[in-house]
């Protein structure tokens, strides 16, 4: 049965409110269509108040394709391995979840030949202070590349590899686990172009980011580290950015063919615990 619920566009470069709509209730065609159109338009979208379970979860996100599963696999929630931890809770001395998902921006799943469509994070437990997410409009971020650039880059590859920023992030978090040689042959890098068409709005996005965008191919280290420089600071820029404070049930699903994200950070005092579920997409061009 349909159900009543609004969706508001959110002020800025991106982003809509969801309002009234129960995702415990499975959609029907036409709520489904319109989501899916909401989502296509504003590529963030928050549906607030969210007392959904696992279960729910994961039946809305398998409605827009197949799920992907993390090769962090101690970080699946027990049960349900379609589903990340994001989390800087320590249970026995353990952490449960992957406490510093997010601190470099990227697109999810960006090292894999095809990367997520989208993902869905829904907040479990949220701190008094920070926790915020950052998300960053790739459309605009092309569409306002200055015209000499574009020119350079608009034919390039690029070498995405989920061990770009790793051991980086385990000198910082020394609990983040090692790599089995398995994981790392599970991750061989991937080329993405730089400049990726969405296969279902034929809008053109920048798809770079620092957490796994490696180096540009065909071009010397010294330029392909100057390029990356240029657009990591262009796709990031404050003007392209909606910064999203989560309230209590938020479920927020993005567009990572549409938008870059960064976790702002929480103070390590402070629990945060949030269920991620990634919806894979296609093979960029
Ligand atoms: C993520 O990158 O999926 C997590 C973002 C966040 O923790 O805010």
Redesign the pocket.
């Known amino acids: 049965m349909a159900q009543h619920f609004e969706i508001r566009p959110l002020p800025g470069p991106l982003g809509a409110e969801v309002i009234g709509l129960d995702l415990t209730r499975e959609l029907d065609a036409k709520d489904f269509a319109a989501i899916h159109r909401a989502h296509l338009d504003h590529h963030v979208l928050v549906f607030r108040a969210q007392h959904i379970q696992p279960e729910h979860q994961i039946r809305i996100s398998k409605r827009f394709g197949p799920l992907q599963i993390h090769v962090l696999k101690d970080f699946q929630l027990p049960g349900y391995p379609e589903i990340l931890r ?1 989390s800087n809770i320590k249970e026995h001395g353990k952490p449960i979840g992957l406490g510093d ?2 601190v470099f921006w ?1 697109s ?1 799943l960006s090292y894999l030949v095809t990367p997520s469509l989208g ?1 869905m ?1 829904h907040a479990q437990e949220l701190p008094s202070v920070g ?3 950052l998300f960053a409009n790739q459309h605009l971020a092309w569409e306002t590349l200055p015209e000499e650039l574009k020119a350079r880059v608009a034919d390039l590859q690029a070498e995405h590899s989920y061990l770009t920023q790793y051991e980086t992030l385990r000198e910082r978090s020394p609990w983040r686990p090692k790599l089995s040689q398995a994981q790392i042959d599970a991750v061989p890098p991937v080329a993405h172009p730089v400049v990726r068409t969405h296969p279902e709005t034929g809008r053109k996005a920048l798809f770079v980011s620092e957490h796994f965008t490696s180096r540009i191919l065909g071009v010397s280290p010294d330029e392909s580290d100057a390029l990356l420089k240029v657009l990591f600071a262009h796709t990031t820029k404050s003007e392209l950015v909606y910064r999203h404070q989560w309230q209590d049930h938020d479920m927020v699903f993005w567009d990572n063919r549409s938008v870059t ?4 950070g929480t103070p390590d005092h402070l629990r ?1 615990k ?1 269920y ?1 579920t990634t919806i894979e997409g296609n093979v960029p061009y």
């Open positions: 994001v998902a997010g990227h999810d993902s994070l926790g915020d997410t994200h960064l976790a702002a945060r949030l991620r």
